[in-house]
């Protein structure tokens, strides 16, 4: 099994940055897709950015520009930077890894906790 700790959330304000890690178990990034996804209330869970175990990344249109994911193979840790942050983007935001980028969000094997972001 994949363990995923994410770590970093918090509350800014619109226009402002944060960044959120997520911890993995052992060398999960050259093994499977790493991914970040985000639940707002009321809403359901939506894919924000991915990296594939090549290095590749993928972006859902919303947040193209503004994140950036990446991923410190050395340490097992995958990091979600964002900016220009707005109401819009408030949830909960969870990691996840799984063998295929390209599965649907409900098939995505591993999760983490999630981590809050807040905007205002």
């Known amino acids: 099994d994949v363990q995923l700790v994410e770590s970093g959330g918090g509350s800014v304000q619109t226009g402002g940055s944060l960044r959120l890690s997520c911890t993995t178990s052992?060398?999960?990034?050259?093994?499977?897709?790493l991914g970040w996804f985000r639940q707002a209330p009321g809403k359901g869970r939506e894919g924000v950015a991915a990296?594939?175990?090549?290095?590749?990344?993928m972006y859902d249109d919303s947040v193209k520009g503004r994140f950036t994911i990446d991923v410190d193979i050395s340490n097992y840790t995958m990091f979600l930077r964002m900016k220009g942050l707005s109401p819009g983007d408030t949830a909960t935001y969870y990691c996840?890894?799984?063998?295929?980028?390209?599965?649907?969000?409900?098939?995505?094997?591993?999760w983490g906790q999630g981590t809050q972001v807040t905007v205002s």
């Open positions: 990296h594939g175990t090549d290095g590749s990344t």
């Open positions: 996840a890894a799984d063998p295929y980028c390209s599965n649907p969000v409900n098939k995505w094997r591993y």
């Open positions: 052992g060398d999960a990034a050259s093994m499977y897709c």
